[in-house]
């Protein structure tokens, strides 16, 4: 399933009221229950993995079609309705401290649909490496505050997390997959929901290969040398010339974000230290270095593009594949765009998917094929 694009996410704040909350997960457990019956959780997943089916799906169950709580709260109703449904397809995770359970959640979520000890370990480690990825090696001027982890029977998963500009007023959803890439630092996005591109420095893309060698490199060596390099890199940045011989760079490109003189502090120097201690052999390693965080790739790539001409990628990427806007007509949004929700429409959605779901469960599956020979005439980009 290859779509993915922009979706408008500015920060809306506030709550879903009790009323809607409640239409909401009997309308999300009601459609998990028929996607259950028609498709392989494998299927399901790579359906969660676009960022504009997602979104879709936020906009028929009643949440407004362009807020930054289309993803947290989409994400909790379906994790709420699956662990009801007592399904082989979980949600671990959430929003701001609730992130910080996901470990313990995958281990019990493991118990619960039989995986081996050392799938749920996989499964925790793809679970930090992927919070690592758009936190670290993707500075986008975005920061993470939601992490989810979809995980199935057979150990497929799906990550989706969401991060924020307060400056902006603007929230982005970043969504990885298991299918993607077989490194998950390098390209693992299924899509990108953004309202606008930046200019960051980006370590995930194959544009940066050449980049990705010299910072781990720099990992590998002692601090005291890259000490060194950060203070002619900052004397650079700051427009200081050398006494003698020619600059180490004649000419600065565009100004970008990361383009900042880098504060050598206590915690950097720790994290270099410990870097140094490990020696890591790829950046999935580097990665999983406790504390090694975004201060610290951005002063190695510095390095790198400033000292040794070899610069990061400032490529942000994504595309308009259509316009889940429709979705929203389903029965309205929460903040009455383009209308109120309809509570009346949502509750006769819920009991025609519930009877749909009896139904099928009782060996009756007309009403079902119905539905599948209406999904055959709906418009291709659905």
Same mark, same amino acid.
């Given at each position: 399933?290859?779509?993915?694009?922009?979706?408008?996410?500015?920060?809306?704040?506030?709550?879903?009221?009790?009323?809607?909350?409640?239409?909401? +997960?009997?309308?999300? !457990?009601?459609?998990?229950?028929?996607?259950?019956?028609?498709?392989?959780?494998?299927?399901?997943?790579?359906?969660?993995?676009?960022?504009?089916?997602?979104?879709?799906?936020?906009?028929?169950?009643?949440?407004?079609?362009?807020?930054?709580?289309?993803?947290?709260?989409?994400?909790?109703?379906?994790?709420?309705?699956?662990?009801?449904?007592?399904?082989?397809?979980?949600?671990?995770?959430?929003?701001?401290?609730?992130?910080?359970?996901?470990?313990?959640?995958?281990?019990?979520?493991?118990?619960?649909?039989?995986?081996?000890?050392?799938?749920?370990?996989?499964?925790?480690?793809?679970?930090?490496?992927? =919070?690592?990825?758009?936190?670290?090696?993707?500075?986008?001027?975005?920061?993470?505050?939601?992490?989810?982890?979809?995980?199935?029977?057979?150990?497929?998963?799906?990550?989706?997390?969401?991060?924020?500009?307060?400056?902006?007023?603007?929230?982005?959803?970043?969504?990885?997959?298991? +299918?993607?890439?077989?490194?998950?630092?390098?390209?693992?996005?299924?899509?990108?929901?953004?309202?606008?591109?930046?200019?960051?420095?980006? /370590?995930?893309?194959?544009?940066?290969?050449?980049?990705? @060698?010299?910072?781990?490199?720099?990992?590998?060596?002692?601090?005291?040398?890259?000490?060194?390099?950060?203070?002619?890199?900052?004397?650079?940045?700051?427009?200081? @010339?050398?006494?003698?011989?020619?600059? /180490?760079?004649?000419?600065?490109?565009? !100004?970008?974000?990361?383009?900042?003189?880098?504060?050598?502090?206590?915690? /950097?120097? @720790?994290?270099?230290?410990?870097?140094?201690?490990?020696?890591?052999?790829? +950046?999935?390693?580097?990665?999983?270095?406790?504390?090694?965080?975004?201060?610290?790739?951005?002063?190695?790539? /510095?390095?790198?593009?400033?000292?040794?001409?070899?610069?990061?990628?400032?490529?942000?990427? %994504?595309?308009?594949?259509?316009?889940?806007?429709?979705?929203?007509? =389903?029965?309205?949004?929460?903040?009455?765009?383009?209308?109120? %929700? @309809?509570?009346?429409?949502?509750?006769?959605?819920?009991?025609?998917?519930?009877?749909?779901?009896?139904?099928?469960?009782?060996?009756?599956?007309?009403?079902?094929? =119905? +539905?599948?020979?209406?999904?055959?005439?709906?418009?291709?980009?659905?």
């Amino acid at each position: 399933m290859p779509l993915s694009g922009f979706a408008d996410l500015p920060l809306h704040w506030g709550h879903v009221p009790p009323w809607l909350a409640r239409i909401m +997960f009997n309308l999300s !457990k009601a459609i998990l229950e028929v996607m259950l019956i028609e498709f392989k959780t494998e299927d399901i997943l790579k359906r969660f993995s676009n960022p504009l089916w997602f979104q879709a799906f936020n906009n028929v169950i009643g949440m407004d079609w362009d807020s930054s709580g289309s993803t947290t709260v989409t994400t909790a109703m379906v994790k709420n309705a699956l662990n009801e449904l007592n399904a082989d397809l979980r949600v671990a995770g959430g929003k701001g401290v609730v992130s910080r359970e996901t470990p313990a959640e995958i281990r019990r979520y493991g118990d619960e649909l039989s995986l081996n000890s050392g799938v749920v370990e996989n499964l925790i480690r793809i679970s930090r490496l992927g =919070a690592k990825v758009d936190n670290a090696l993707l500075q986008d001027g975005f920061d993470l505050y939601h992490h989810t982890l979809l995980l199935d029977s057979k150990g497929n998963w799906v990550i989706v997390q969401q991060g924020m500009n307060t400056e902006l007023r603007l929230a982005r959803r970043y969504h990885l997959a298991w +299918f993607v890439s077989d490194d998950l630092t390098l390209e693992p996005h299924a899509g990108v929901a953004s309202d606008i591109t930046t200019n960051p420095l980006n /370590l995930t893309v194959k544009d940066s290969l050449n980049c990705r @060698k010299v910072v781990l490199e720099l990992l590998n060596e002692k601090p005291s040398k890259i000490v060194g390099e950060l203070g002619k890199v900052n004397a650079l940045l700051k427009g200081i @010339k050398p006494l003698f011989g020619e600059a /180490l760079v004649k000419t600065l490109p565009t !100004k970008l974000p990361y383009y900042k003189p880098v504060k050598l502090s206590e915690a /950097l120097l @720790k994290q270099l230290n410990k870097a140094y201690e490990v020696k890591p052999v790829d +950046f999935n390693e580097a990665l999983l270095i406790a504390g090694l965080g975004p201060e610290t790739l951005r002063a190695l790539a /510095l390095i790198s593009e400033l000292i040794y001409r070899e610069p990061p990628s400032n490529k942000d990427v %994504v595309t308009h594949s259509y316009d889940p806007f429709k979705y929203a007509y =389903a029965i309205g949004g929460k903040d009455g765009v383009p209308y109120p %929700v @309809k509570k009346e429409v949502a509750l006769r959605v819920i009991k025609e998917l519930e009877d749909l779901v009896s139904n099928a469960r009782l060996g009756d599956k007309e009403r079902l094929l =119905a +539905f599948r020979a209406l999904s055959r005439l709906a418009p291709k980009d659905v």
